[in-house]
């Protein structure tokens, strides 16, 4: 089994207030807000909050489809997620050359 594969057996957990500390989580919006979630997810998560991310976004091709999107990783977090994900890095806009 590889890393987080086992994630729907974790539906339970959700993603720590902590990592979204500046926003009202009341009145927050998950779907438009989802590359602001796997950002700090990635960052900053815990093991509990990469199982909450992957229930609340459908796993890890969704989360990779939504990190394909985000601009700006550091390297060395996008790598991580990367290999948590199981998707070639290259293919991430962060790590794609600009011309």
């Known amino acids: 089994m590889k890393y987080l594969d086992d994630w729907k057996n974790h539906s339970h ?3 720590s207030p902590a990592i979204l500390w500046e926003y009202n989580l009341a009145r927050f919006d998950w779907e438009k807000m989802c590359k ?15 199982y ?9 091709k969704q ?25 070639d890095k290259k293919e991430l806009s962060c790590c794609t050359p600009r011309v």
């Open 63 to 87: 989360v990779a489809d939504i990190m394909r999107h985000i601009k700006h990783i550091p390297a060395r977090d996008a790598s991580y997620a990367a290999i948590v994900l199981e998707i």
């Open 52 to 60: 909450a991310m992957l229930n609340l976004y459908g796993g890890k």
């Open 13 to 15: 957990l959700r993603i």
């Open 36 to 50: 602001t979630v796997v950002l700090r997810v990635i960052q900053h998560g815990t093991k509990d909050d990469w």
